[in-house]
């Protein structure tokens, strides 16, 4: 069976049926011969070759059809989550590297960042915009680049199965018998999704159980930029939300690059009120912010998400467990320079996460963070905006400071670390009293 003998009527069809039809090695090699068929004007990728390699493939070729912004795709030699981008223009040859900014979005020195590699490759087909040239629709023949790092792939039968809920099939396509023609799990269906964002939306429990155990990245990006998260709260799945929590460690703050909502947003706008309190429960703050300033329950007054709206209003955020005697200096004159000495002053020397609060030097009404991290010190104006309103950048809103300082004990949230320890006024440090987000901390906040 080739590509072609699997009709669009088949591709319709429910995974059980087709497995009637066809063998399940079949089916998968079906798929496999279907990617690379797909995925022939993007076989430019060469694994494994250095900077020499690529200017000497590149030199033979344009030697003979002299082609400026003949180019190729290789692997980074410094970095092993970057790629490097080879071309030649006017008989010399360039070099850039592609870094990887977060999951599959990628940048070229201060370019935009663009989802998918076979899109920046695109991207730059079109115009130059720092290159030496424009990039040919002519290239080295390589290989396609790894499906994990692609905005979109090609449906299979992983993905199928993932959507109609067939786990006995699921767990036949993980298993070490279809290792030849196994897809990647983490490859994306036509529509720019994986397997997992499929299984998370559709709220079936077992075969996201399955998916992380054999890699899915659960903080995987669909091509409008949700994560498995985002899916299951949008399609009210709570039991799905606690084990991506839980068992994948998915971070319930992650957010939508596209648009900044985190879970929470998607469970309001969505009415999915069994997630809202989910994610409460989980630790969870009540006023994250869109890319719009807007809030949870602000989205939800925006769709008359009436239970949603109705839990937000009500909840009653839970005390917090930092203590202010533990990192706050409110002395006169304690700036940030008097901050950093304080913490280089430590007997052994600062500790990554090693932190104190003070007073801002611009607003005395705000506060100011100073935290170390890998040799570096950062400095973080808090803003006190009115009584029940704390927050730092673009960060979620806080009830209070101690609240702040508990939810970046848990997470980074745009920080370089979290929150480990702080000194207090009398010079003693204090471990913080938040455990940072983990498997036993998920499990215990959401009873």
């Not at 396609?144 to 692609?150: D, Y």
């Not at 018998?177 to 529509?191: A, C, I, M, W």
């Not at 839990?311 to 002395?331: F, K, N």
Request: with cysteine; hydrophobic share 35%; glycine share 4%.
């Amino acid at each position: 069976m080739n590509a072609s003998s699997f009709n669009s009527n088949e591709q319709e069809q429910s995974v059980t049926n087709l497995v009637k039809i066809h063998s399940l090695s079949q089916l998968l090699k079906r798929d496999r011969e279907q990617l690379l068929t797909q995925s022939r004007s993007i076989a430019y990728y060469h694994p494994h070759i250095d900077r020499d390699k690529a200017e000497q493939l590149l030199r033979a070729k344009y030697t003979r059809y002299k082609r400026d912004g003949l180019f190729l795709l290789r692997d980074c030699t410094t970095s092993p989550h970057d790629f490097s981008l080879s071309l030649v223009c006017g008989d010399k040859c360039y070099h850039y590297k592609i870094q990887l900014i977060y999951d599959i979005y990628f940048s070229i020195d201060s370019g935009p960042q663009i989802a998918g590699i076979e899109s920046v490759i695109s991207y730059y087909q079109q115009l130059s915009d720092g290159l030496a040239c424009i990039l040919s629709n002519d290239f080295v023949q390589g290989q396609p680049p790894p499906t994990a790092a692609r905005r979109f792939g090609s449906t299979n039968t992983l993905h199928r199965a993932c959507k109609q809920g067939n786990f006995d099939i699921v767990k036949k396509i993980l298993s070490p018998e279809t290792l030849v023609n196994r897809p990647d799990v983490n490859g994306k269906d036509s529509f720019g999704s994986t397997a997992l964002h499929e299984a998370s939306y559709f709220g079936h429990d077992d075969i996201v159980r399955l998916l992380i155990k054999a890699g899915a990245h659960v903080l995987s990006r669909d091509t409008n930029g949700a994560t498995a998260l985002h899916k299951a709260a949008a399609g009210n799945r709570p039991s799905t939300l606690l084990i991506l929590i839980a068992e994948g460690f998915a971070d319930y703050e992650e957010r939508n690059y596209t648009n900044h909502w985190v879970p929470l947003h998607e469970a309001a706008f969505h009415n999915s009120t069994a997630c809202v309190q989910v994610l409460l429960d989980c630790g969870a703050p009540l006023r994250p912010r869109t890319d719009q300033g807007k809030t949870p329950l602000d989205l939800a007054e925006e769709v008359k998400s009436e239970e949603s709206i109705s839990l937000l209003r009500d909840y009653i955020v839970p005390p917090a467990e930092s203590r202010r005697s533990d990192w706050l200096h409110d002395q006169p004159k304690f700036d940030r320079i008097a901050a950093k000495q304080l913490i280089e002053s430590m007997q052994n020397g600062p500790r990554n996460g090693m932190f104190v609060v003070r007073h801002s030097s611009k607003n005395l009404q705000n506060y100011a963070l100073t935290l170390y991290n890998d040799n570096e010190f950062f400095n973080y104006e808090i803003v006190h905006l009115n009584d029940i309103t704390y927050y730092i950048d673009d960060g979620p809103y806080f009830e209070s400071l101690d609240h702040l300082i508990d939810h970046y004990c848990r997470i980074p949230d745009g920080l370089p670390t979290t929150l480990t320890c702080s000194i207090d006024s009398l010079g003693q440090i204090n471990n913080s009293r938040i455990q940072p987000f983990s498997l036993k901390s998920a499990i215990y906040k959401a009873k």
